[in-house]
């Protein structure tokens, strides 16, 4: 039986990856940072009671800033796969807290390396490192793919090119079966409330029925290259089947704007809206409503405005993928389409909301949580 470690288990990538690796018949051991709350909703499915023979899935307690905790766990598993998806990974927040940023995006894929090295495991253990499409941040070509030069425009983006490079330096310098997978961006019903989609499916599934009445964003016109989580983590591990370690680009060669994703969204829930303005003064109104699934709006009503708190210091405003390598060389191809997902991301949103408005009828008044 194949035993995999993964950093970021209870992250978006993390948990759907955890799945795909528990149907594959591995022994997956995941990384769980110690928080005051649970923070396992995303794998509270998979659990597994380790009073209970055969347990195939295990969380350790660890921290990618915490050398010794890393060589600890990887010596207990040896693992055959290591599939480092822990980071800070929000953009935004890494101009709030850059050290932090880089101590774990940057030296914590160090600090996985050289434990790899040190326990002599060099050569058993593969490496799969999650890249991302922000290392070319202000573009230098387009589409993008893997020999387009980089150009980090964020902390994060800055931590992740230490990474991107070390990986590749760890496979020269030692021939470890270390790669870089560099990844668009992608979503689904368990990505973070604060990342653009999630944000705007929950907002509007809130608004929809009446939890919250307004959706305040940044840059409307920021262009993405948006698929599906699942899609791409069964990528991450075709990437670590391979007979020699490669960098993949993958994406799915389509990009959107958010004010678009905000207008599917909206039509999911029958809700059509026109934008008015420019800038800072730009607003979204609802000019007609079907269906029931929106009870708390009415034609007239502006539920999208700009708020600049969400500009970045530094924007990347176009991002486009060129995923025909992975497509030639592992047969990889997306299977679920944005709009797809983005229907998916609103029916389960949708149906979030319903139950609170529910709970708030009946006078039970629990918060929406509405940081973002
Ligand atoms: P999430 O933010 O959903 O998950 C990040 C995970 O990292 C969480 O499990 C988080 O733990 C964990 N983590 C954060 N800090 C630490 C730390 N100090 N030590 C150990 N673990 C930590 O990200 P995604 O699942 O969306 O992304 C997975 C990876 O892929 C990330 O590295 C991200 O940067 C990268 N990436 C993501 C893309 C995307 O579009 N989703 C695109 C390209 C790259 P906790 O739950 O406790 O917060
Ligand atoms: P990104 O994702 O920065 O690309 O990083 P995010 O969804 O945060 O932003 C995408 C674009 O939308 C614009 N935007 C907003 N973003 C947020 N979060 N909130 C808003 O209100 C808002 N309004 C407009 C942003 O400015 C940006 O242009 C994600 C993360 O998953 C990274 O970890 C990963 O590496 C990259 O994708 C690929």
Redesign the pocket.
Known sequence: MKKALI????????SYLAELLLEKGYEVHG???R?SLF?TQRVDHIYQDPHADNQRFVLHY????DSSNLTRILQEVQPDEVY???????VAVSFESPEYTAD??AM?TLRLLEAIRLLGLEKKTRFYQ?????LYGLVQETPQKETTPFYPRSP?AVA?LYAYWITVNYREAYGMYACNGV?????SPR??ET?VTRKITRGLANIAQGLEHCLYMGNLDALRDWGH?KDYVRMQWMMLQQEQPEDFVIATGVQYSVREFIKWSAAELGIELRFEGHGVDEVAVVVATTGDEAPAVKVGDVIVRVDPRYFRPAEVETLLGDPTKAKNKLGWVPEITVQDMCAEMVREDLSAAKRHALLKAHGHDVPVSVEN
Do not use: C, M, P, W
Not at 62 to 65: K, T, V
Not at 84 to 90: E, F, I, K, M, P
Not at 130 to 134: K, L, M, R
């Open positions: 950093t970021g288990v209870t992250g978006q990538d993390g990384i769980k940072r928080a923070n660890g921290d990618l800033s480092n998806l822990g980071a800070q990974s929000h774990v995006d914590g999650a890249s991302t499409s922000e994060y992740k990844l668009f961006n992608h979503e990505r973070g990342f989580a």
